[in-house]
């Protein structure tokens, strides 16, 4: 991480900055920023800020200012690193890895609209940034412009024909946009490029569930629970997907699995009360109804309706 940041920050400003302070400060500032990083590689993230901070007291050095945005984010002070790194494209304008941190940042804070406004200036930059087009495709697809949100995922492909990521998100926006049979190869296509992550599996088989492929659901439910048994939203679709296709007793067993191994999952016992109750177990399902109000007694609504997975954020900070 230290060596990324270091290359990702770096800037020739550092040379001319070093030269305008005195050796006493030189030392100071060297002390308190690899005092800095050393405590942030052992996990010391406050310690850190507070070294990073020190440092840039003596010297507005752009290197350290990148670190001290990754230790902001790690403690999710959004703010702070939101503002240093705005800093950072006021000392270099035309840096792309501070807006693409930027971006990330916007993200973390739910403002997809100025994530988008910097996914296009990042652009205007160099329009062959694979990641600018798939963080300006992603922005889109949080503010519902799905159909340019599907052109700028494109793009992105086009540049990087193996963006596992990109190939993801699109498969997501298409079956947003109620083509499964267009999500169909961008998720086999991301799954052939990355075959043990989980969430592929698990959007395909919602797609497949779109396409009335019943038994290929099936198949994609159980590759999930085999790759992570923790993996509480494949328990609840695939319960979900049990129920409504009338294998109730097979939906009972897998709640009981989940529940065996998560046994606060208030959630699971919802949908295993509402089996029980479909199979003629009205006391069982009364019990399984009561234990999952007592679980989760501020929320009667969400347990009723079938998980839905959120891919959104699932390669944040990877795809550089």
């Keep these: 991480m230290g060596n990324f940041f270091k290359s990702l920050f770096s800037s020739s400003r550092e040379d001319s900055a070093t030269e305008s302070i005195s050796k006493a400060d030189k030392k100071n500032f060297d002390i308190f ?75 973390l804070m739910d403002k997809e609209q100025e994530a988008l406004t910097d996914c296009l200036r990042v652009i205007e930059l160099d329009d062959a940034n694979h990641a600018a087009w798939y963080l300006s495709g992603k922005a889109k697809k949080l503010t519902k412009v ?7 995922l494109s793009k992105a492909i086009e540049l990087k024909d193996d963006f596992t990521e990109a190939y993801l998100l699109r498969a997501e926006v298409f079956v947003e946009l109620n083509e499964a049979e267009n999500a169909l190869p961008d998720i086999e296509k991301a799954i052939e490029l990355a075959p043990e992550e989980e969430a592929s599996y698990l959007l395909r088989a919602r797609i497949h ?69 479909m199979l003629g177990d009205n006391e069982g399902a009364e019990e399984d109804i009561k234990k999952s109000q007592e679980l989760n007694p501020d929320d009667d609504t969400k347990s009723t309706e079938t998980s839905k997975p959120n891919f959104d954020d699932m390669y944040k900070g990877g795809i550089f």
């Design 209 to 277: 569930e779109k396409l009335n492929d019943i038994s290929a659901a099936v198949d994609d439910y159980k590759q999930v629970l085999e790759l992570n048994p923790f993996n509480t939203d494949a328990f609840l679709a695939f319960g979900s997907l049990l129920i409504n296709t009338g294998e109730l007793a097979k939906a009972v067993e897998l709640f009981d699995e989940a529940i065996e191994i998560k046994p606060d999952f208030a959630e699971a016992y919802n949908k295993r009360g509402k089996a029980k109750k």
């Design 33 to 107: 920023k690899y005092d800095g990083l050393r405590a942030q590689r052992i996990g010391q993230v406050p310690y850190a800020i507070k070294c990073f901070r020190e440092a840039l007291e003596i010297q507005e050095d752009f290197e350290t200012m990148g670190y001290l945005v990754t230790a902001y984010i790690n403690v999710h002070e959004f703010e702070e690193a939101l503002s240093l790194s705005t800093r950072m494209i006021e000392l270099e304008p035309e840096s792309v890895p501070s807006y693409l941190t930027r971006i990330q940042i916007l993200f």
């Design 146 to 152: 799905l159909k340019e949100a599907v052109t700028d």
